[in-house]
């Protein structure tokens, strides 16, 4: 059965990597039937399917970029990084570029999640964002959604949060089906704006606010 399984790499996931797999799935594929949505799945698929089987493999990075990189994915930016190791900004850099071409990454994230994924960070600090995020089943997004678009239409202008979710794609594939109303609470379309704004590491949400005609009875636009 394994061979014909589309995701085999997912079933050796622990359970907050399962959670956090399907549940970026889902936003991906919460938009129209089109092009842009697969593409969105196809992104969610690609970042979180493991770069290689192997786990015993010798971590490419020395000690340093080992450190630099754990800061950074903990949160840090290139000045506190610096900070921290006693070195200068542009050192840090240095050493992100490194990074990238050791591990044949695309960029700082991707080189991250090889890393992650190889274990060859044992000092990245994500237990806060486990108990944090909470999974919820595509009922409870659904009803999310239809709260927080009557609050926008009560306060025109006011920005109101709605996630969080795991993945910037996630996140910034709900804000592009929210500004082009493909998610039903969102209508009509161009009455809302959206954008995903990172919040934390490992953590986005997308913020939103109407900008339409106020209406007396927001079940007219969600029906």
Known sequence: ???????PWARRYDADQLAAFIEDLWGAASGDNDLATLDAIEQAIAEHRPCGSDSTLKCPLTEREVQV???????????STATRLGIAPHTVRSHCHKIIDRLGARDRTHAAAIAAHFGW???LDIAQVRERVHRKSP????????ERAAAM???????????PYTSNSGAANV?????????????????????????????????????????????????
Do not use: C, K
């Not at 059965?1 to 995701?7: E, H, I, Q, V």
């Open 1 to 7: 059965m394994a061979g014909d399984l589309t995701f």
């Open 69 to 79: 990189l754990t800061l950074l994915v903990n949160g840090g930016t290139y000045e």
């Open 121 to 123: 960070l044992p000092g």
């Open 139 to 146: 009922q409870q997004w659904q009803e999310i959604h239809r």
């Open 153 to 163: 239409r009560a306060q025109p202008g006011t920005s109101v949060d709605i996630g």
């Open 175 to 223: 804000a592009r089906g929210i500004q082009d109303g493909r998610l039903d609470a969102y209508q009509p379309v161009g009455a809302f704006t959206a954008q995903a704004t990172h919040t934390g590491p490992g953590r986005w949400v997308v913020r939103a606010h109407y900008i339409g005609t106020p209406t007396s009875d927001p079940e007219e636009v969600t029906a």
